[in-house]
């Protein structure tokens, strides 16, 4: 990748949208920067007795639709810059589905796995006690993210509600369902990027049995592989991070998920039911109609955006596809579908969940199904459209439907014509 911060990178984007509406200049002035970044030093007692201390975030990045929301990760190569990155994407993705929030992010820069379960809590609680002024139900609302799961989310709800005095669920999302959190969270990422595709299929061309090539297969590929399994499609490669398998006539899915199960890689049902080894960097090339990738950043670059021959790649990481392998993909035709919209579903039943925790009601299973095919199929047919009106790619189409409604609303607070008039 070339010079400059991982946020000027994302920024690209924001001036790309920009050409394609009339917005005032305070709306670019305003999303250019975080509007604020917090980092603190986040002191804990190891098993052994020491003392040990780890960086930390919290970056609330844009805040004028409603309050921040964005996950922490615990990763031992985050920095500021990568958070702010991560923060302004937010502001974007809950933009793109009119969730009534601004977009934020946090991290730990320590590798969890080096950590004991006690000093695992102990760090999440740190984590908390460290930013519980900047946070808050109505102010800013963490979730899960890398390397950070719903017993970390229950630690944290726990601290923060030990500090304030009462008990405050809706101050974090992706809890565990005792303590608060929402049903259908665990396959929502998965499940919104499948009802986009279904809802999509015609003007994508995508018809009947579909054959689809993973990338990744934790949360989000074991969920998307599922979904399209049972809907009658074929699973032809997956991989993880230690390699991939592929099957032509497709892959037997529980073979695959009883392996992830016990621990073991994707590539150990080598050799059984017709799964043939492949190498993970191969993932990408696979013949197949749909490409999905589930691992991490920076996945499809220019050295492998050549080999891609599926015709629709569906984005349910965080921004797998570098700037310029995207303009690869472009000219060969694929269409990309977007992560602020292809994985949005995960940030849409957090919402939902924090709803459920404010109003102390919750919802059954359908409901929440429904409500997120709603608002995927919704946000997915109007950035259709723009995609079409425009002649733009869909990631395009995604950020000017997103930039229209955060100038709208910055917009209201009133622009440099308003008062200089
Ligand atoms: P996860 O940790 O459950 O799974 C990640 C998977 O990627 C694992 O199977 C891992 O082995 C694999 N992997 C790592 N390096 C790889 C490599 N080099 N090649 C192939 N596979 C590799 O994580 P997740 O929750 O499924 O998240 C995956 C992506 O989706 C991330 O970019 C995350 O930010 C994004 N995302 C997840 C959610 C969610 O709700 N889980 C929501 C929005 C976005």
Redesign the pocket.
Known sequence: MSEGSLLDHALVRLDEAAKHLTVDADVIEKLKFARETTKARLMIRMDDGSRKSFLAWRCRYDDTRGPTKGGIRFHPESTADEVEMLAFWMTFKCAVMNLPYGGGKGAVQVDPRKLSKAELERLSRAYIQAFASIIGPDRDIPAP??YTNSMIMGWMADEYSQIVGQASPAVITGKPLALGGSLGRGD??ARGGFYLVRHLADELGLKGNLRVAI???????QHIARLLASDGHTIVAV???EGAVQSAKGLDLGRLLAAKDSGRSVTSTAGEGGHELLD?NALVGVECDILVP????N?IRIDNAHSVKARIVLE???G?VTSEADEVLEKKGIVVLPDILA?AG?VTVSYFEWVQNRQGYYWPIEEIHERLRIIMEREGRAIWDVAKAKDVSVRTAAYVHALARLAEAIEAHGTQNYFAS
């Not at 990338?215 to 590929?221: D, I, V």
């Open positions: 993210d890398v929502a990422t990338q990744g297969f934790g949360n989000a590929g991989s993880d991070s993970g589930s691992a991490l950043e996945m349910l990481a965080n797998p994985n995960g």
